[in-house]
């Protein structure tokens, strides 16, 4: 299974971005994704997931309301829209599928996710 993200860029204070993650294999309509980001120094954090059907949201307190998590199995992709970005918005994003297809308590934590893209970098300047 490999995913491949996308979508990175260097936006201003209160932008938008679109990130794309690309799974390669049929096994993403059975999963879960989840998309975490990593600032330099700092642990890497949850920011969303969505459930294998896309009828089940959940994100991290500090995107509510700003980012959107979508998904389209027919095109084995997974979306983060992010809108009105903040400085602190700044890390490397990064695409996961989770070992389950259901949105859990678990589902924030990295250990419950079995495969990774890359990384996507993103910037925001103020």
């Known amino acids: 299974v490999q995913l491949q993200a996308s979508g990175g860029g260097s936006v201003q204070a209160g932008g938008s971005l679109r990130l794309s993650c690309a799974v390669s294999k049929r096994t993403f309509s059975n999963a879960a994704m989840g998309w975490f980001r990593q600032a330099p120094g700092k642990e890497r954090e949850f920011v969303a997931a969505?459930?294998?059907?896309?009828?089940?949201?959940s994100y991290a307190d500090s995107v509510k309301g700003r980012f959107t998590i979508s998904r389209d199995n027919a095109r084995n992709t997974v979306y983060l829209q992010m809108n009105s970005l903040k400085p602190e918005d700044s890390a490397v994003y990064y695409c996961?599928?989770?070992?389950?297809?259901?949105?859990?308590?678990?589902?924030?934590?990295?250990?419950?996710?079995?495969?990774w893209g890359q990384g996507t970098l993103v910037t925001v300047s103020s």
């Open positions: 996961a599928r989770s070992r389950s297809s259901m949105i859990r308590e678990g589902t924030v934590a990295p250990r419950n996710y079995d495969y």
């Open positions: 969505i459930n294998w059907n896309g009828g089940i949201t």
